[in-house]
Each structure stands twice: as structure tokens, then as C-alpha cells.
């Protein structure tokens, strides 16, 4: 089957006017990536060689939000919502180039399994002219029956048409099939819409390729992979399917997941053998982990890469262009921006470190942070390997600190400090005795006539 040409046809024209929102169902994300972009990596991993997308509403934010996701896939536009089988015909010149393997998928399944893809498109390799995707819900009420005789297909009946007997089957139509590409247009052009609704129904082709003798044959998907997505709620539920399938695989990869119920994936995240993340931790797209880090409670990390053996947060919050090298430490309420902290160097407490590279085994001390932005422009902030910086430091960028400089504690530094160094950037302190007494005698008799006058 590897040498078999497969053109994937996503039909993604849906309104989804159940989301309540202005933007294409199929662009709202489960874990960071738009749901239909999860249905492309799966017609992907299952051999798809070509990509057809078919959509509608949103037609130009479709078509820029592919070019992230599929930025080879060719789109159609289907001016009429007439049906799932005039939707695959909007993507008539892309069938007709002659592919071995049609993949029919919907932009709103986003836990399609490829495996589930790959069985269908195995049945077509075996002779097959159409192979349908089934499931078993829980509760098959309102789903399509798939009739079965002598282990074919039938047909898919609806279930107001179904007969008592055909009502309790457990087997269900998930909507997605794969056809054989020399039968696909002739097939499709057949498709009639004598029904109530006056559409072109996709199912039909069931019974049309039966009545020409063809091979038509079910194939079975997990409930969980054929789960359509039709408002907010469902959306919700798919998340929690999908990080629940992504917690146990990191688990069994040698990642150790505390309390994995808190913790969330990005749809990219890396995450290395004997990494250790505890109860609370976000990860947005991005992130890479090497072995053997510890990713303590409650931190929020987003396009970051984290060496082996790094220490981070609590409450720590790692920004895009964080990069931690090996031994590393980012501490409790500590947050990095487009920096490096390089190998053992500590980033402790209440530190904002950003646009700046951190040198090998340097100290920051609590409260520290680098002065980036002036409201225009970012600038650099150069700390070198060993340096010191004291606590409660301000290091105003552009700024270099050589290899080995020591910064006073309580410090204003606007100018580079040379290797070894000793800098003070701070008022000299001055002491006046009696004079706090003083103060608060003067700021207590003034608080009582503020009081005496407002009676």
C-alpha cells in the first residue's frame, strides 16, 4: 500500500454556527492547533500524498491559516451548501488527477486516529471499491446505521428510516470513507437529491457502487477517534480526550507526570526521558525538554527549550526564546524572554530576564531585572560567565557585564562593567538620628486635623 498515490479531501465549509463565533469552526484549536490541522497530520501519517481542502465561511482565513498548517494542500471553495457529496465535488479537479486512494475526512474530527485511516485505505489496496469508517458510540441513538450482509455493506440508513430491528445495531456510520480513485467521480456524479432535504448525500454512494457490483465493505474506528465537533462543550471534551492520550503516551515514554490530570500539552511539546513535572504546569507550543529536568508547580512554559537536568519554577513563566542549557535553574516567580541562561547558571526569585544571555555558572540575584525596552526598541543584556549580580538590581540594556563582575546589591547600572569588576549603582545611604521619631509625630498630627476638620 506505501506505493499507492491517496488524495485526502477534507471537507471544512461548516459555519459551525452551534461554536457562537465569528471564526470557522474548524480553525478553534485543541491543544494549541486548529482542529482541522490535527485531521491533516492524521490523513498525513496515513499516507495521504495529496491534500484538498474544501471550505466555505471564512474562505480567506482558511486559506492563511493553511498555509501554516498545510501549506501544500490545494483549496476549493464550495459556494452552496448542498450536501456532503457536492462538497467532495468541489474538489472535482484534484480527484480527477488520478490517485489510487480518495480519503474522505471532515475538518471537525480532530482525534482521527491514522491507523483507523490506514485500515480503510488497505481495504481499496485489497480490492475494495469503497471502505466506510464506522463506530460503536455508547448511545447509537441519532447516528447513522451501516446494514451489513454477508460482511459487506449495504447500506447506511438513517435512523428515521431504520426498522426496529435496524435501530439496535450498535454500529455506526462516522461519516469518513475511503474510495478507490478510478471509481470516485463516477460514483459521486450518480449522487442524486431526491430526499426531503433536496442534498446530495455522500452515504448514497453505498448503495450506488453496490447496485454496480462493486466491493463495499465497514471498517471500524474507536469511538473516541470518530468524535465530531459541533459547539464549545464537545470542543471541551476533545481537549480532555486528546491531553489524556498525550499524558499517558509522555508517561510511558519515561516522563513522570505527578498529578497528570493538571498538567497540559501543546500539540509539539518534547518532553524527555526521566523529566519529573509536577501538579499545575502549562505548556504552550514550542517547548522542547531533554531528559532529566524537573518542572516544579504551577509554571508556565511556552516556546522554550529546557537542557538536561535544569531546575524550573515553581511559578516560573518561560517565555518564547527562553533556553536553558544543561544545569540551569529558573526559579519561584522568575520569567525569561528570548534569553539564554547558560550551563549552572541560577536565576532564583522575582527576576524578569529578557532579550539577555545569562553566562555559565552566573548568579542573579532576587528581584533583578533586565531593562529591555524603552517603549520603542528591545536591547541586549550581556552577563558573563561567573558574574554576581545582587538583589534588587536594575540593569538597563544595552549592557554588558564582563566575565566574573560582581553587581552591589540595590543597583541602577547604565554602563558596562569589565571583567572582575566591582559596580555600585546606588545613593550613598544617610542616617539621621531621631529623625524618624520626628516624622512620625509630624505625619500623626496631621492625620488628627484631616480628622478634626471632616467632623
Not at 51 to 67: P, S, T, W, Y
Not at 253 to 269: N, R
Not at 335 to 364: C, M, P, S
Not at 397 to 415: M, N, R
Amino acid at each position: 500500500m506505501s506505493q499507492r498515490s491517496c488524495l485526502s479531501v477534507i471537507l471544512a465549509a461548516g459555519e459551525g454556527t452551534r461554536m457562537k463565533s465569528a471564526m470557522p469552526k474548524v480553525l478553534h484549536a485543541i491543544a494549541g492547533l486548529p482542529m482541522v490541522a490535527h485531521v491533516v497530520k492524521a490523513a498525513e501519517a496515513a499516507g495521504a500524498t495529496g491534500l484538498a481542502l474544501v471550505i466555505g465561511h471564512g474562505a480567506d482565513e482558511m486559506r492563511k491559516a493553511a498555509q501554516k498548517f498545510a501549506p501544500k494542500a490545494e483549496t476549493f471553495v464550495q459556494d452552496k451548501r448542498l450536501g456532503t457529496a457536492h462538497a467532495v465535488l468541489a474538489a472535482r479537479e484534484a480527484i480527477s488527477k488520478g490517485y489510487d486512494d480518495i480519503l474522505v475526512m471532515f475538518g471537525d474530527t480532530p482525534l482521527i486516529d491514522a491507523a483507523a485511516l490506514a485500515a480503510a485505505r488497505q481495504k481499496l489496496a485489497e480490492g475494495t471499491a469503497v471502505a466506510v469508517i464506522g463506530f460503536r458510540p455508547p448511545n447509537p441513538t441519532g447516528y447513522g446505521r451501516l446494514i451489513e450482509k454477508g460482511g459487506r455493506l449495504v447500506a447506511i440508513r438513517e435512523e428515521k428510516d431504520c426498522s426496529e430491528a435496524e435501530k439496535k445495531i450498535g454500529f455506526c456510520n462516522a461519516g469518513m470513507m475511503a474510495v478507490a480513485g478510478k471509481h470516485a467521480l463516477r460514483l459521486l456524479d450518480k449522487v442524486g437529491n431526491s430526499n426531503a432535504k433536496g442534498e446530495f448525500y455522500l452515504t448514497d454512494i453505498v448503495e450506488i457502487a453496490g447496485a454496480e457490483g462493486l466491493d463495499v465493505v465497514a471498517t471500524e474506528a474507536s469511538f473516541e477517534s470518530a468524535l465530531g465537533i459541533n459547539n464549545r462543550a464537545e470542543l471541551a471534551e476533545a481537549e480532555g480526550i486528546w491531553q489524556a492520550r498525550r499524558r499517558r503516551e509522555a508517561m510511558l515514554s519515561g516522563a513522570t507526570l505527578i498529578a497528570p490530570e493538571t498538567v497540559y500539552f501543546s500539540h509539539d511539546t518534547e518532553i524527555g526521558a526521566d523529566t519529573i513535572v509536577e501538579p499545575n504546569v502549562w505548556f504552550g507550543p514550542g517547548v522542547k525538554i531533554a531528559s532529566g529536568a524537573r518542572i516544579h508547580a504551577f509554571s508556565h512554559v511556552e516556546g522554550a527549550t529546557i537542557a538536561s537536568n535544569c531546575d524550573v519554577g515553581p511559578f516560573a513563566r518561560l517565555r518564547p526564546g527562553a533556553d536553558l542549557k544543561q544545569r540551569a535553574k529558573v526559579g519561584n516567580f522568575c520569567e525569561v524572554k528570548q534569553a539564554t541562561v547558560e550551563e549552572g547558571a541560577k536565576v532564583n526569585h522575582l527576576t524578569y530576564i529578557g532579550d539577555a544571555r545569562v553566562g555559565a555558572g552566573a548568579n542573579i540575584g532576587a528581584g533583578t531585572i533586565t531593562c529591555n525596552y524603552d517603549g520603542y526598541s528591545k536591547f541586549f543584556t550581556d552577563i558573563g560567565e561567573g558574574a554576581f549580580v545582587g538583589s534588587n538590581s536594575s540593569l538597563v540594556a544595552p549592557l554588558t557585564i564582563g566575565k566574573g563582575g560582581y553587581i552591589a546589591s540595590g543597583s541602577v547600572i547604565t554602563e558596562s562593567v569589565p571583567d572582575d569588576a566591582l559596580a555600585f549603582g546606588r545613593a550613598r545611604q544617610k542616617t539621621l538620628p531621631g529623625k524618624g521619631k520626628e516624622l512620625r509625630e509630624r505625619f500623626a498630627s496631621a492625620a488628627a486635623v484631616r480628622k478634626k476638620a471632616a467632623v
